[in-house]
């Protein structure tokens, strides 16, 4: 168990419409990222926050934003859902801070299908 | 941007042999390299890590070894086990900001038979 939860664990859903999927990261983590899992593209970064600001920015379609809350839990908002937005959604934390930031602790993922 | 090329895509072994798995990228200024071992329905698990002033890091039974030349770096898992059966992925990270971005490979999956 890597301390990070991720909510819910599968969503079913139908193409146009909007879905929120929520992560919380370890205690103590600042930062938060998202990763995209689908056989097409392999893993994908998406986007990082870290403290409540955007850091770093992927892969990340238009249709997508996220945010990162001040108790630090963070929710990845897709909008105008595609078929090919079906997925593994994963959440991911790190300690962050002014210093190097590396090891990167992943959550068990929410699984995406849209029909 | 940075590429990460991983092989092989499948490797089947017996219980007890040694298992190797390839990744090269192509952005020299990539300096974290962490690989990752995923079980079915489960997310990503870092397992080991190095950096790019280290040439090799071993835990137990898993090493990494990193050329920064040639741009290449290898998982070595000896003597493996059935609990060893996952997909593992390499990543080789870029500065951004404080945090180090991962670009990850493809994957490798790993089969050890009993």
């Known amino acids: 168990d890597s301390g990070v939860t991720q909510t819910p664990k599968h969503l079913i859903t139908a193409t146009g419409q909007r879905v929120t999927l929520r992560c919380s990261p370890r205690s103590g983590d600042l930062s938060v990222y998202w990763y995209q899992q689908s056989l097409d593209q392999g893993l994908q970064f998406l986007i990082q926050y870290y403290n409540g600001e955007e850091r770093a920015k992927g892969n990340i379609l238009e249709r997508f934003s996220a945010q990162q809350f001040p108790d630090l839990h963070s929710e990845l908002n897709l909008s105008s859902l595609e078929l090919g937005d079906s997925a593994l959604y994963f959440c991911a934390s790190s300690v962050g801070g002014t210093g190097s930031t590396y090891e990167q602790y992943f959550g068990p993922g929410t699984r995406l299908t849209v029909t | 941007g940075e590429n990460v090329e991983q092989h092989p895509s499948t490797l089947s072994v017996q219980e007890g042999d040694s298992a190797v798995i390839k990744c090269t990228y192509s952005d020299s200024a990539s300096n974290y390299f962490p690989w990752y071992k995923q079980e079915l329905g489960k997310g990503p698990q870092l397992i080991i890590d190095?950096?790019?002033?280290?040439g090799e890091k071993k835990d137990q039974r898993i090493a990494v070894t990193l050329n920064k030349t040639a741009k290449h770096f290898s998982l070595h898992i000896t003597e493996t086990q059935p609990e060893d059966s996952a997909v593992y992925f390499c990543a080789a990270s870029l500065r951004s900001g404080g945090s180090y971005i991962p670009t990850f490979g493809r994957g490798t999956s790993l089969i050890v038979h009993p």
């Open positions: 190095i950096r790019s002033n280290v």
